[in-house]
């Protein structure tokens, strides 16, 4: 009977559909686990496929390639360790989330998942079938349990794989982050490991997919819920984790416990991330985007340079007559720092132009919003002009405060392909750019100190569509109008929470309204990083016509 074991854990980033890409990353940690005389070599959860494959996975032919790609590895994987790899399975005509292990060249067994989240991002319930509770498997003569990520937020499977003769339990996941997300995932294991007895290991995948980031931060819990190991949120890493079996069973020997930093790092740093990796798995090297001289464009000009490199990025100021000197300067100024190529292409002649073509049928109408926003679809348009001529994917630089109200015009300054900072509060954009200038890590490609100037972070937030206009012409003020959202949007309240919290009802009524009316443009808005559980898309699903109001 063993006495040691030794598993390899892989936390790394797949890529959705790249079955090829991502089996050679299996094979190159599988053949790490060969060196260091690993029992077993551990991947997350739908690691072949990559993770979250909503209904791609249900095409036969992608299941036929995954498994064709599977039973590939096993064979490629027969001199060693055991592979324990996440992957979809056909029974019976059912299609099931599986963790397959891979041993002596064939897949020796099969462990489906239970519990099929239905909530959030998920939508397992639409793509797989419930598989059976089911017991351990055995590599090396050491019975393993995996249940797979939701299976084990619930006693009942991690129950039955105890019940069953589980020595300790491998939980595979695809776990993608949200801000306070790791210590939620440690109280529930801890949990588990309260309940069962049995030492832990808690295995996440790293990296960003559409709008969510997996944040890996893998770790290894002993009996009472002592930590053994923690690996370091968000980087690709593969470690050893040895176990030693004594009188009290299997104990997982003390390993490497990496920092967690504080929520205003994590959340910069999955912004960060998920521009990266979405440039890089949809296939751009550049990005561009509008710098206007405020706030949240400084900040994804940050952000870009930050993911990509200063060589990467494009900034263009687009001035009118109503853009201010201030503004103009602060963008040259947040340019030079970041080391970004700077371009200035002023619109009055085309917007001039513009108005010219429309002022008949226009005659006799006031100036309004009309002619507001042509200037911001003017911009949209240059700057597609130049995505589609350079080949750099635009980014557009809108809030959660402004993309909860509609404050943005839907094919102006809403035109564009990825948007770092669609989940961050305007409050929280002051902040993270406060943090940036005082903050820099080596996972940041642009320079350190400060980036984003004071003048850009202190003035009055302003669209410059008009003569002296300003952000609060039209909302209250960011704190005020940030703390109803936090109610309306994120915990879901209604307008009396928003009451009993001290806010004007009028006021309330007029921010619902157009949270409301302005489902249309977020249904048409780019993606953008997922750093709450209230993000807009998966999270909170809307119709787009929708005429109920709180009568309250």
Known sequence: MAEQFRITLAQLNPVVGDL????????????????????????????????????????????????????????????GPALAIGAPWVEQGKLFNAYLILQRGQISAQVLKHHLPNEAVFDEVRVFESGPMSGP?????????????????????????????????????????????ADARLNQMVSRVVETGLPLIYLNMVGGQDDQVFDGGSFAL??????????????ETVSHVDLERGPDGWRILPGEIAIHPDDWEQDYRVMVQSLRDYAAKAGFQKVLLGLSGGVDSALVATIAVDALGADNVRCVMLPS????????????AVAKALGVSYDLVPISYGRAAITQTLAPLFEGLAPGLAEENIQSRLRGLLLMAMSNKFGEMLLT???????????????????????????????????????????????????????????????????????????????????????????LVDQDGSIADCVAAGFDRATLKQIEHLIYISEHKRFQSAPGARLTDRAFWLDRRYPIVNRWRDPN
């Open 137 to 181: 498997y055995v590599v090396g003569g050491v019975r393993i349990g995996s249940p797979i990520c939701e299976d084990a937020w619930h006693e009942d499977v991690v129950e039955t794989q105890a019940e069953t003769g589980a020595e300790f339990l491998l939980i595979p996941n695809g776990s993608p982050y949200y801000r306070g997300k």
């Open 321 to 332: 007559e109503f853009t201010s000197q201030n503004s103009l300067n602060d963008a040259e």
């Open 20 to 79: 090829t890409g991502n089996a050679a990353k299996a094979r190159e940690a599988w053949e790490q686990g060969r060196a260091a005389k690993a029992d077993l070599v551990a991947l997350p959860e739908m690691f072949i496929t990559g993770y979250n494959t909503q209904d791609l996975v249900r095409k036969p032919a992608f299941q036929q390639a995954a498994v064709a790609e599977i039973q590939a590895l096993a064979v490629a994987c027969s001199d």
């Open 222 to 235: 002993n009996p009472g819920g002592a930590l053994a190991l923690r690996m370091p949120l968000f980087d």
């Open 397 to 487: 630089t809108g809030n959660k405060s402004e993309v909860a109200v509609g404050y943005a015009t839907i094919y102006g300054d809403m035109a564009g392909g990825y948007n770092p900072i669609k989940d961050l509060y305007k409050t929280r954009v002051f902040e993270t750019c406060r943090w940036r200038n005082a903050n820099h890590r080596n996972w940041m490609m642009g320079p350190a100190g400060t980036v984003i100037p004071t003048s850009v972070i202190d003035k009055p937030p302003s669209a410059e569509l008009r003569e002296d206009q300003k952000d609060s012409d039209s909302l209250p003020d960011y704190p005020e109008l940030d703390a109803i959202l936090n109610i």
